[in-house]
Nanobody, 124 residues
Framework: QVQLVESGGGLVQAGGSLRLSCANS????????MGWFRQAPGKEREFVAA????????WHADSVKGRFTISRDTAKNTMYLQMNSLQSEDTAVYYC?????????????????WGQGTQVTVSS
C-alpha cells in the first residue's frame, strides 16, 4: 500500500517561499514517477511538476518554470517542491501523487495514489 503524506503548506506573502514535502511510507515500485498537482477553488486539478524517481529527470509546468523546483531524496523516500516568488495565483491545495508506470507524467489520470493535500495560500 502506498501512503503519501504532504506537509509544508501555509500562508505566505506574495514574493515569499515555501517548501512542500511528500513522504511515501508505503510500497515503492521498480520504476515510477511522482508528481505535484494543485487545485484552486472552482478549478480543475492541474499539473505542477513531476520527477522520474530512478533517473531524477524532472518536468515543470510552464506556469511555474523558473520559480518552482521539484526534487527527491531517495534515501528518505521523500519528494519536495521548492516554491519561490509565490504569487496569489499559486493559492491552491497541493497534492502529491505516484504514477507506477512512469508514463504520461503530465496527466492527472495517470496517477494512481494521492496524498491528502496541503493548503498553500499566498496573500497579495
Amino acid at each position: 500500500q502506498v501512503q503519501l503524506v504532504e506537509s509544508g503548506g501555509g500562508l505566505v506573502q506574495a514574493g515569499g517561499s515555501l517548501r512542500l514535502s511528500c513522504a511515501n511510507s508505503g510500497r515503492t515500485f521498480s520504476r515510477y514517477g511522482m508528481g505535484w498537482f494543485r487545485q484552486a477553488p472552482g478549478k480543475e486539478r492541474e499539473f505542477v511538476a513531476a520527477i522520474n524517481w530512478s533517473s531524477g529527470y524532472t518536468w515543470h509546468a510552464d506556469s511555474v518554470k523558473g520559480r518552482f523546483t521539484i526534487s527527491r531524496d531517495t534515501a528518505k523516500n521523500t519528494m519536495y517542491l521548492q516554491m519561490n516568488s509565490l504569487q496569489s495565483e499559486d493559492t491552491a491545495v497541493y497534492y502529491c501523487a505516484v504514477n507506477p508506470n512512469v508514463l504520461q507524467l503530465f496527466r492527472r489520470d495517470a496517477y494512481e495514489y494521492w496524498g491528502q493535500g496541503t493548503q498553500v495560500t499566498v496573500s497579495s
